[in-house]
């Protein structure tokens, strides 16, 4: 059920940083929870904003939902298939539930992601990319020329 009718806004000077527990030197902030997902009306566990201090790594894990990682900030070093290998910012992982990843900061400031997190169903309807619809009166008239 889509709840949502209006755009909302999440600054992020206004997130705070939170320590995810059971990892190295991880901080997150939730940019879209379950709920808001929801009220969306679309189908995500979560989108986090991470940060992976210098030294510090998502440990070695799996999760029964898909996840996209796409690097923002720094290099990483990126677990998988048991082999780690060096990316940068501008990458970005596709990890399929129930897979073993791991990814830690290989530079010497801290790196940060954006990570997806999809709920995997086996019967999910074909995706297909979003049509766009131009609204010019209200582009002319707010922005002007």
């Given at each position: 059920?889509?709840?949502?009718?209006?755009?909302?806004?999440?600054?992020?000077a206004?997130m705070?940083?939170?320590?995810?527990?059971?990892?190295?030197?991880?901080?997150?902030?939730?940019?879209?929870?379950?709920?808001?997902?929801?009220?969306?009306?679309?189908?995500?566990?979560?989108?986090?904003?991470?940060?992976?201090?210098?030294?510090?790594?998502?440990?070695p894990?799996?999760?029964?939902?898909?996840?996209?990682?796409?690097?923002?900030?720094?290099?990483?070093?990126?677990?998988?298939?048991?082999?780690?290998?060096?990316?940068?910012?501008?990458?970005?992982?596709h990890?399929?539930?129930?897979?073993?990843?791991?990814?830690?900061?290989?530079?010497?400031?801290p790196?940060?992601?954006?990570?997806?997190?999809?709920p995997?169903?086996?019967?999910?309807?074909?995706?297909?990319?979003?049509?766009?619809?131009?609204?010019?009166?209200?582009?002319?008239?707010?922005?002007?020329?």
């Open positions: 059920m889509i709840k949502a009718e209006e755009t909302k806004v999440v600054v992020g206004d705070e940083w939170g320590l995810m527990p059971n990892h190295w030197h991880l901080y997150h902030r939730e940019i879209v929870n379950a709920a808001q997902a929801d009220e969306l009306g679309v189908r995500v566990s979560s989108v986090l904003w991470e940060k992976i201090g210098v030294g510090g790594a998502v440990l894990h799996y999760h029964d939902v898909a996840e996209i990682i796409h690097i923002t900030a720094g290099e990483v070093k990126l677990l998988r298939d048991g082999t780690w290998t060096l990316y940068k910012a501008g990458d970005t992982f990890v399929p539930a129930g897979v073993v990843h791991s990814v830690a900061c290989a530079g010497d400031s790196s940060e992601q954006i990570s997806v997190f999809l995997v169903e086996a019967d999910a309807p074909k995706n297909a990319y979003f049509n766009t619809h131009l609204v010019e009166d209200v582009y002319t008239d707010k922005l002007g020329s």
